[in-house]
């Protein structure tokens, strides 16, 4: 059998939260119409959410340095090489991923609570963002790790 190294459980580390930051905002896409038809449940799943969201989203910043670590990428190497710029891209994807999901949970969705209003396209537009850009991401993630 092949020997798992550190840098194996870092990388399944990152996949992981990969899976719960994608999967998890799949799930909750499916899931919030129907939440809708009863009052109150969509704040208290949002939040149930975001307990592990936001988690995960840490665990695959932390692993994604320490993986840029192993590759044994330099920060000149960032734009030198085909890997940094593939690097790069993936960067500011994840940056649009978290910022649209926290700029939705921490301005948007508050804002609709207190007001007694919903505003379904907004959260629809902002989560769809979040969305594409990570899986984006975990496609140039794929790219530089297979590259
Ligand atoms: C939304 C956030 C992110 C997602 C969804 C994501 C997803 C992924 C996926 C699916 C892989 C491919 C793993 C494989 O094929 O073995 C990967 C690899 C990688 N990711 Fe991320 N990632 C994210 C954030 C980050 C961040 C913030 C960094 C750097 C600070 C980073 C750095 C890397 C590196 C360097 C690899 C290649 C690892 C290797 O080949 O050893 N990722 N990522």
């Keep these: 059998m092949l020997q798992i190294t550190a ?3 870092v990388l399944w580390l990152h996949v992981v939260a990969a899976c719960v930051w994608i999967g998890g905002q ?3 896409a499916v899931v919030i119409p129907l939440l809708r038809r009863v009052d109150g449940l969509t704040v208290a799943v949002g939040r149930r959410y975001q307990a592990v969201a936001w988690p995960a989203f840490g ?4 692993t994604g340095i320490l993986n840029v670590h192993n590759l044994g990428l330099s920060w000149p190497a960032l734009v030198a090489t085909a890997t940094g710029r593939t690097l790069l891209l993936k960067l500011g994807l994840v940056l649009i ?5 926290g ?3 921490l301005v948007q ?3 609709a609570w207190s007001a007694s209003a919903r505003h379904p396209v907004a959260s629809a537009v902002l989560g769809s963002i979040s969305l594409l850009a990570a899986v984006a991401a975990a496609l140039l993630g794929v790219a530089i790790a297979q590259g």
């Design 7 to 9: 840098n194996d459980w």
């Design 26 to 28: 799949i799930i909750i």
């Design 59 to 62: 665990v695959l910043v932390a």
């Design 97 to 101: 991923s978290g910022g649209a999901a």
């Design 103 to 105: 700029v939705h949970a």
């Design 109 to 111: 969705a508050p804002r």
